[in-house]
């Protein structure tokens, strides 16, 4: 009986399992990772807490199965974590996508290398270091001393012109948060772009958006 009033009170109790709130900010995440150009700041906390809940409710559903709980709501408990598992996974592999597209920009300053979680950080290390190897094993090292840096087109070259970097410049479809004067955006682009109307969706270049998409007051759509 005792059991029963426990997964009752666990079912009724559900919203606090898988947050609403947190399934909601890892959307956000997920979509404006997506439509960015560059990586963004890894949602440490965020995702920390999506994690903590997945794993709360994997046992839950299989203490649900255990005390026979009618299999549609269990299926319905199930479907619910399939989707943040889902959405989690797709935020993670959008990020493991770009740190392999711009490797060597993005550990070229502390400034986007400090974006990534310490995993990812880990990977990208390895990445660059195999892909070194790789290059120089099947390709550099086969030609003539000025064009063998996997950076550079050559030693006469004043920047790294071989690393790819992300096109700030891209147009990115965008929606306030709140109103939005020229103060909020960087003063090098205050003419660009006078005010933001909130919720009025925006077609913008992304590097006028950058700031007030960094400090949380703009979503890419």
Known sequence: MAGEESTS???DDHETLISTTDVELLKRAWRNEK???EILQYES???QRIKEQIELVEQNVEMFEGDGIDPLTVSLYQMDLDRTQFLL???LRVRLQKIE?????ILKTDEHLNRLSKPEQMFARRCTDDLGNHLDETVLSKLPDNYQSVLKQS???EEDDMVPAPRLDTFVICKAKQYL???DFEPEYSMEITEMERDLLTFACYKFIKKPLEKGKIDLV
Not at 101 to 105: N, R
């Open 9 to 11: 009170a666990i079912m």
């Open 35 to 37: 439509a960015a150009p």
């Open 45 to 47: 906390s965020l995702v």
């Open 89 to 91: 996974r797709s935020y």
């Open 101 to 105: 597209e711009y490797l060597f920009h």
């Open 155 to 157: 030693i006469t070259s």
């Open 181 to 183: 004067s020229s103060i």
